[in-house]
């Protein structure tokens, strides 16, 4: 097959559907990517005006540019857009679009799941953006802190919008965050061992893995706050043994990680883009990525870094402040390595380099006084006051939002192919930096005055107007700034030249490939020996394009790309990937009915619509699999490797193994949460607290493990597998159905007592993987029957075993939990 036919083939392949259907079934990651930033771009842009809102009624003592209520809501807004819908999403999104073709990959390993992730967020965010429309936004601030945010004293559904809606959002988050942890993982060039993977590729890494392990506590906050709003069980309610500082330990748990979670891209474009325009090589790049690790394990922490003045132990205290500290070490060891890298080399000073100079500027000082804030004593003074207001946009903007302006101009050539048209960048870029500072350093200003945050007026002899007036200014000539960059990137996309390939001189697999990028991204698949491949053999490019890497011949119209070896990069084996599909809109549709429900108070029906994610699901995992066996398969260079099919460790295994990582994350935080408040709240337990379930537990662990052991006899082999599964299935569904018993026969009612109300969650957390276990043995069943699953093809059973042994462990340790509960342990 010529050149021409090869793309031809490859086009037809990798091609989404025409019309409108093709918008809801797209799955291609570079659509799906660019969806991402787009939104998130729109929804920063909402949050801006928010801003400037909030700017207009600080302006002046005694404002009444709007009232206390509507300035609830606006302020609220702000926070959580910036942070849940815009933040985390852009850095999703940018990931999304540039991870397979830095990787030398065609996709990422869970296409369907990339476009549940975009739909679930363009569904959540459509509902706290809307909420606002109408007058029925959050208005208890961004964090959400009980009591304010209870029943009580917000009794309207403001803040259920926000409680509803982020639990939506953060399902996307989790679709992405296993997404790109798995993609970096198995979807890489031959070649390209962990050693050699572009310095980007390790940042989102350390992201996605802190996202896996730091979004399920306010998943859990999240839950248990609508339970207690929607059902009156008193997790937060101190006179009923709740501790409403449990919800502050919970999002904190999520928040500090949060900071650097949104850092760490940002900065792994720097890392990219400094070498580029220094015209020289990463200096340190191991150092950075020992310092990346080292900053992803210590931001689990630090929350109680935001919970100085909550009157906790002076030992606790001493220790985070330390930790607090300690933080700023593997930073800086990131920005001595950019500053090494630019005097090694011959910057030049390219619009992308401008706010990268921008960006450091306003990050040191933002590190300064978080050095500040980390000091217990000043923290005590300065807390919830416009210091840290200023602090906070210091590190976040300074942070995240220069290096991905930087970002944006950097890799525009590659998502369009063009040229910017007119220089109003730099134009814009010097609005952004000059009104960012005049607005945020009188922030500060302003806080060591004593102004407090989240108030909507002050008086005028509290001295702080002018300040105020001047921030105000500032942020308004941020505003003018951040239009005129968004006239620069439309007029790029829009009229600018053609680009030559690659015009920066880059290195990375990125700018091997035609811009903008074709839906299959490279014609053939690259072999990679070094970091920087394409500075290693000039010809790359054209290389791969005249067919001379791997998986170069469309095979049976199959989305092929390379999976290989976690550590060495060698190839393991061939993903044949789902094509454009309706089911992810159709799965986030049905979530979204569900949310829609419970915001409404329709709690009778809400369950309606998790069966409808339950067929949907099923429907989805039908489609999976091969019923004949498909053999080796020849991959380009003479060596041949299973199909995915037939090979261990594939990407469904592992994506179940980061799954259930982030489901024992939330399951652990439920636990802390049951120890936290027996340790600290009045009256733990109750008098009438519960029997030791004793009868029960020898039940729940006979049939747990007898699921866990009649599963793994069941794996494809020759012999009664189908008779194992029928015994596997039985010891899941005792299970089930004792853990379905104890809220009747031996739980107090949980909404009498916290007591109650925890451990009547534990038993729903484990009820629930039950039913999940049940479910998944009830489908390899079937796909038994129906000849998907056989020996030489594994992978569902073993991916049906994790599933199986989770939900048996779980169940074991809530039995067990309640029996130590009882005994007063």
């Given at each position: 097959?010529n050149?021409?036919?090869r793309?031809r083939?490859?086009?037809?392949i990798w091609?989404g559907e025409?019309?409108?259907?093709?918008?809801?079934?797209?799955?291609?990651?570079?659509?799906?990517g660019?969806r991402?930033?787009?939104?998130s771009a729109?929804f920063?842009?909402?949050?801006?005006?928010l801003?400037?809102l909030i700017?207009a009624?600080l302006?002046t003592?005694h404002?009444?540019?709007?009232?206390?209520?509507?300035?609830?809501?606006?302020?609220?807004m702000?926070?959580?857009i910036?942070?849940?819908?815009?933040?985390i999403?852009?850095?999703?999104g940018v990931?999304i679009?540039?991870l397979?073709?830095?990787?030398g990959s065609r996709d990422?390993?869970?296409p369907?799941l990339?476009a549940l992730?975009?739909w679930?967020y363009?569904?959540?965010?459509?509902?706290?953006?809307?909420s606002l429309?109408v007058?029925?936004a959050?208005?208890?601030?961004?964090?959400?802190?009980?009591?304010?945010s209870?029943?009580?004293y917000?009794?309207?559904?403001n803040?259920?919008?926000?409680?509803l809606?982020?639990t939506?959002?953060e399902?996307?988050?989790?679709?992405?965050?296993i997404?790109?942890?798995?993609?970096?993982?198995?979807?890489?060039?031959?070649?390209?061992?962990?050693?050699?993977?572009?310095?980007y590729?390790?940042y989102i890494?350390a992201?996605a893995?802190?996202?896996?392990?730091?979004?399920?506590?306010?998943i859990?906050?999240?839950?248990?706050l609508e339970?207690?709003?929607a059902f009156g069980?008193?997790f937060f309610d101190?006179?009923l043994?709740?501790?409403?500082?449990l919800?502050?330990h919970l999002?904190?748990l999520?928040g500090h990680?949060e900071?650097?979670?949104?850092?760490?891209?940002?900065?792994g474009a720097?890392s990219?883009?400094i070498p580029?325009?220094?015209?020289t090589?990463l200096i340190?790049y191991g150092?950075?990525?020992?310092?990346?690790m080292a900053?992803?394990f210590?931001?689990f922490?630090l929350?109680?870094?935001h919970m100085?003045?909550?009157?906790i132990?002076?030992?606790?205290l001493g220790?985070?402040?330390?930790?607090?500290?300690l933080?700023?070490i593997?930073?800086?060891?990131q920005?001595f390595a950019?500053?090494g890298?630019l005097?090694a080399?011959?910057?030049?000073?390219?619009l992308p380099?401008?706010?990268?100079?921008?960006?450091?500027f306003v990050?040191?000082?933002?590190?300064?006084?978080?050095?500040?804030?980390a000091?217990?004593?000043?923290?005590?003074q300065?807390?919830?006051?416009?210091f840290?207001?200023?602090?906070l946009?210091?590190?976040?903007?300074g942070?995240?939002v220069?290096?991905m302006?930087?970002?944006?101009?950097y890799w525009?050539?590659?998502v369009?192919?063009r040229l910017r048209?007119m220089?109003i960048?730099?134009?814009a870029?010097?609005?952004?930096?000059?009104g960012f500072?005049?607005?945020?350093f009188g922030?500060?200003l302003?806080g060591?005055?004593?102004?407090?945050?989240r108030?909507?007026?002050y008086p005028?002899e509290?001295?702080?107007?002018?300040?105020?007036?001047?921030?105000s200014?500032?942020g308004?000539l941020?505003a003018?700034?951040f239009?005129l960059f968004?006239l620069?990137?439309?007029?790029q996309?829009?009229?600018?030249r053609?680009?030559?390939?690659?015009?920066w001189?880059?290195g990375?697999?990125?700018?091997?490939?035609?811009?903008?990028?074709?839906?299959?991204?490279?014609?053939?698949?690259?072999e990679?020996e070094c970091?920087e491949p394409?500075g290693?053999?000039?010809?790359l490019?054209a290389d791969?394009a005249?067919?001379?890497?791997?998986?170069?011949?469309p095979?049976?119209?199959?989305?092929?790309t390379?999976?290989v070896?976690?550590?060495?990069g060698?190839?393991d084996?061939?993903?044949?990937?789902?094509?454009?599909?309706?089911l992810?809109?159709?799965?986030?549709?049905?979530?979204?009915?569900?949310?829609?429900?419970?915001?409404?108070?329709?709690?009778w029906?809400?369950p309606?619509f998790?069966?409808?994610v339950?067929?949907v699901?099923?429907?989805?995992?039908?489609t999976?699999?091969s019923r004949e066996p498909?053999g080796?398969l020849?991959?380009g260079?003479?060596t041949?490797?299973?199909?995915h099919?037939?090979?261990q460790g594939t990407?469904?295994?592992?994506?179940?193994?980061?799954a259930?990582?982030?489901?024992?994350?939330?399951?652990?935080?439920?636990i802390f949460?049951?120890?936290?408040?027996w340790t600290?709240?009045?009256?733990w337990p109750p008098q009438?607290g519960l029997?030791?379930?004793?009868?029960?537990?020898g039940?729940?662990?006979?049939g747990?493990?007898?699921?866990?052991i009649f599963?793994r006899?069941?794996?494809?082999?020759?012999?009664?597998?189908?008779g194992?599964?029928?015994l596997?299935?039985?010891?899941m569904?005792?299970?089930l159905l004792?853990?379905?018993?104890?809220p009747?026969?031996?739980?107090?009612?949980p909404t009498?007592?916290?007591?109650?109300?925890?451990?009547?969650?534990?038993?729903?957390?484990?009820?629930?993987?039950a039913?999940v276990?049940?479910?998944i043995l009830a489908?390899?069943?079937?796909?038994?029957?129906?000849?998907?699953?056989?020996?030489?093809r594994?992978q569902?059973?073993r991916?049906?075993?994790l599933?199986v042994?989770?939900a048996?462990?779980t169940?074991i340790?809530?039995?067990l939990?309640?029996?130590?509960?009882a005994?007063?342990?």
């Amino acid at each position: 097959m010529n050149a021409i036919g090869r793309h031809r083939g490859l086009a037809r392949i990798w091609a989404g559907e025409p019309g409108l259907r093709g918008v809801f079934s797209a799955v291609s990651h570079t659509d799906i990517g660019k969806r991402f930033i787009i939104a998130s771009a729109i929804f920063f842009a909402i949050a801006g005006v928010l801003a400037m809102l909030i700017r207009a009624q600080l302006a002046t003592s005694h404002s009444a540019f709007v009232g206390p209520e509507a300035y609830a809501q606006i302020f609220t807004m702000h926070g959580s857009i910036m942070m849940f819908l815009f933040a985390i999403p852009m850095l999703e999104g940018v990931a999304i679009y540039l991870l397979p073709k830095l990787l030398g990959s065609r996709d990422l390993a869970f296409p369907r799941l990339t476009a549940l992730g975009w739909w679930c967020y363009l569904f959540g965010g459509s509902i706290m953006v809307g909420s606002l429309l109408v007058g029925l936004a959050p208005n208890a601030g961004w964090f959400l802190y009980p009591p304010l945010s209870g029943p009580e004293y917000t009794p309207g559904v403001n803040s259920d919008v926000w409680l509803l809606g982020v639990t939506f959002v953060e399902i996307s988050a989790m679709c992405a965050a296993i997404e790109i942890v798995v993609t970096i993982l198995k979807f890489r060039a031959k070649g390209m061992r962990l050693d050699r993977m572009p310095i980007y590729a390790w940042y989102i890494l350390a992201t996605a893995g802190m996202m896996i392990f730091g979004f399920p506590p306010l998943i859990l906050g999240s839950i248990l706050l609508e339970i207690e709003r929607a059902f009156g069980w008193p997790f937060f309610d101190p006179e009923l043994g709740g501790s409403p500082l449990l919800w502050q330990h919970l999002f904190w748990l999520f928040g500090h990680p949060e900071v650097y979670i949104i850092f760490l891209p940002a900065a792994g474009a720097i890392s990219t883009i400094i070498p580029v325009m220094a015209r020289t090589k990463l200096i340190g790049y191991g150092a950075i990525v020992a310092s990346v690790m080292a900053l992803a394990f210590l931001s689990f922490g630090l929350w109680v870094h935001h919970m100085f003045t909550t009157g906790i132990p002076h030992m606790a205290l001493g220790f985070f402040s330390a930790a607090s500290v300690l933080v700023a070490i593997p930073t800086s060891i990131q920005i001595f390595a950019w500053l090494g890298t630019l005097w090694a080399g011959r910057p030049k000073l390219e619009l992308p380099m401008l706010y990268l100079l921008g960006f450091f500027f306003v990050f040191i000082l933002g590190g300064l006084t978080g050095v500040m804030l980390a000091i217990v004593p000043f923290n005590q003074q300065a807390h919830d006051t416009a210091f840290v207001t200023a602090h906070l946009h210091y590190v976040l903007a300074g942070g995240f939002v220069f290096p991905m302006l930087a970002a944006a101009y950097y890799w525009m050539p590659h998502v369009t192919g063009r040229l910017r048209v007119m220089r109003i960048g730099e134009a814009a870029f010097w609005l952004i930096f000059i009104g960012f500072n005049i607005t945020f350093f009188g922030m500060h200003l302003t806080g060591l005055l004593g102004m407090p945050r989240r108030v909507y007026t002050y008086p005028a002899e509290a001295g702080w107007d002018w300040l105020n007036l001047v921030s105000s200014i500032g942020g308004f000539l941020q505003a003018f700034g951040f239009a005129l960059f968004a006239l620069d990137i439309a007029l790029q996309a829009w009229l600018g030249r053609p680009a030559r390939r690659n015009p920066w001189g880059a290195g990375t697999l990125e700018w091997t490939m035609m811009t903008p990028p074709p839906a299959y991204n490279f014609a053939s698949l690259p072999e990679v020996e070094c970091r920087e491949p394409l500075g290693a053999r000039g010809t790359l490019a054209a290389d791969l394009a005249r067919g001379e890497g791997l998986l170069a011949a469309p095979r049976n119209g199959w989305r092929e790309t390379l999976a290989v070896d976690i550590a060495s990069g060698k190839p393991d084996h061939v993903a044949i990937l789902p094509g454009p599909s309706l089911l992810p809109v159709a799965a986030a549709a049905s979530f979204g009915g569900f949310f829609a429900m419970m915001l409404l108070s329709l709690y009778w029906i809400a369950p309606l619509f998790l069966v409808a994610v339950t067929v949907v699901i099923w429907l989805w995992a039908s489609t999976n699999g091969s019923r004949e066996p498909v053999g080796p398969l020849e991959i380009g260079d003479g060596t041949t490797v299973p199909s995915h099919y037939e090979a261990q460790g594939t990407v469904g295994y592992w994506g179940s193994v980061f799954a259930l990582c982030a489901s024992g994350t939330l399951f652990g935080s439920l636990i802390f949460g049951f120890a936290y408040l027996w340790t600290v709240a009045p009256h733990w337990p109750p008098q009438t607290g519960l029997d030791a379930p004793l009868f029960e537990t020898g039940l729940i662990v006979a049939g747990a493990l007898a699921a866990a052991i009649f599963v793994r006899l069941a794996l494809p082999r020759t012999g009664n597998g189908e008779g194992r599964l029928y015994l596997a299935i039985a010891g899941m569904g005792l299970t089930l159905l004792v853990l379905a018993s104890l809220p009747v026969l031996r739980l107090p009612a949980p909404t009498d007592h916290a007591f109650g109300a925890v451990s009547t969650t534990l038993v729903a957390y484990g009820l629930f993987h039950a039913m999940v276990a049940t479910l998944i043995l009830a489908f390899m069943m079937v796909r038994k029957r129906q000849g998907f699953v056989a020996h030489g093809r594994p992978q569902e059973m073993r991916v049906a075993t994790l599933w199986v042994d989770y939900a048996a462990g779980t169940a074991i340790v809530v039995a067990l939990v309640l029996v130590l509960a009882a005994w007063g342990v």
